[in-house]
């Protein structure tokens, strides 16, 4: 069965600090790894996609995440954070042969950036 | 603009009474989904369709049944047999090729009273 697992429920950084929100995945065979980002009372925002290649892969609003197969984990990474940041963010993952089916995703970090 | 709508954003429903909740898209995408989100779980999925007049039950559909008459909508109605409502619904589509991103509405959340 496909899970993914987000092991820290929050996490807390000062601006212009790096951020990491951790994730890791199973899936049987080859994965698709997605990172959403979700604003109070709003539906989820696409941030980036892993599908093959680059294991660093880099989204929307400078932020990027690193694939990690050994480890099965795709961390999302920021290098300075930003007080706007401050959101709930879902890792979601499937299969690479099962187009169209939907998307697992974890149980969501929320993110907390002080000024 | 291209996207998902929900509609209503917010619904009421006293107990026992069902509920249809609205999702239309104007992306053409094959495929429609519908998650429930609760504070502490993230995202379930309830139902899912890659084409019209057929979909598949997700991992919590009891309670819950969709249709699929149009590419465009795929609306969720929420039954009396549903013993905990109360959450924030989301309505999404894709392609069927490829990666398939999701792209997601706005939710509607139901509270039933």
């Known amino acids: 069965a496909q899970s993914v697992a987000q092991p820290e429920d929050q996490v807390n950084v000062a601006e212009g600090n790096p951020l990491t929100v951790k994730c890791t995945y199973s899936v049987s065979g080859n994965p698709y790894l997605f990172w959403y980002v979700q604003y109070p009372n709003r539906g989820l925002q696409f941030l980036l996609k892993y599908i093959t290649g680059d294991n660093l892969v880099k989204g929307s609003y400078g932020f990027e995440a690193e694939f990690n197969k050994s480890q099965t984990s795709f961390h999302l990474k920021k290098p300075s954070a930003l007080v706007s940041d401050s959101a709930l963010y879902f890792c979601a993952v499937r299969r690479a042969n099962q187009a169209g089916t939907a998307l697992i995703f974890g149980k969501g970090t929320t993110l907390s950036v002080s000024s | 603009d291209g996207g998902i709508t929900q509609s209503p954003k917010y619904l009421f429903r006293k107990e026992g009474q069902n509920v249809t909740l609205s999702c239309e898209q104007n992306?053409?995408?094959?495929?429609m989904y519908w998650y429930r989100q609760d504070p502490g779980q993230g995202l379930r999925l309830i139902y899912y369709s890659q084409i019209v007049n057929d979909f598949q039950k997700g991992d919590i559909a009891e309670g819950y049944s969709v249709s699929r008459e149009k590419k465009e909508s795929f609306p969720l109605t929420v039954t009396s047999a549903q013993k905990n409502p109360t959450a924030f619904y989301l309505c999404?589509?894709?392609?069927?090729?490829?990666?398939?991103?999701?792209?997601f509405g706005a939710g509607s959340r139901l509270t039933v009273l």
């Open positions: 999404a589509s894709s392609t069927v090729a490829g990666a398939n991103v999701l792209t």
């Open positions: 992306l053409n995408h094959d495929a």
